[in-house]
């Protein structure tokens, strides 16, 4: 698989396209190479949504890493994404998710906590 980490401000993370997201044994590499976050850029519709949410929970669970997923917000190639990027603390904990597709941003701070910033204008419904 290939998982390898990368640190920043003293926090290891990996990071994880759609493909490696979708693979347990790279988010266990990404831990067993000491990851503390598990950075996952994906493109996920909402009937695929709830499996591959659940998948990364488990990561967080079984691995006590934090895990975001950002996911595409708007339509890509015709592909209608669901948005709702999320983060799970450490453990599993749900901690915030963003409500849907459009314009919204989710900020995960050095302590592990979210919030959720909404965009406007030109670039943004």
Known sequence: ????????????????????ATHYQHAAEAA?????????????????????AAKLQRYAKDFGMGVL?????????????????????PGGVLAAEVAGPGGALLVVGRQGNARIVALTGACCP
């Open 1 to 20: 698989m290939g998982a390898h980490c990368q640190q920043l401000n003293g926090q290891r993370y990996a990071q994880a396209i759609c493909a490696d």
């Open 69 to 89: 997923m950002a996911n595409h917000a708007v339509p890509s190639g015709g592909y209608a994404a669901a948005g709702r990027s999320a983060w799970w603390k």
């Open 32 to 52: 067993a190479d000491g990851a503390a976050i598990y950075l996952a850029g994906v493109l996920i519709s909402e009937a695929g949504y709830a499996n591959d």
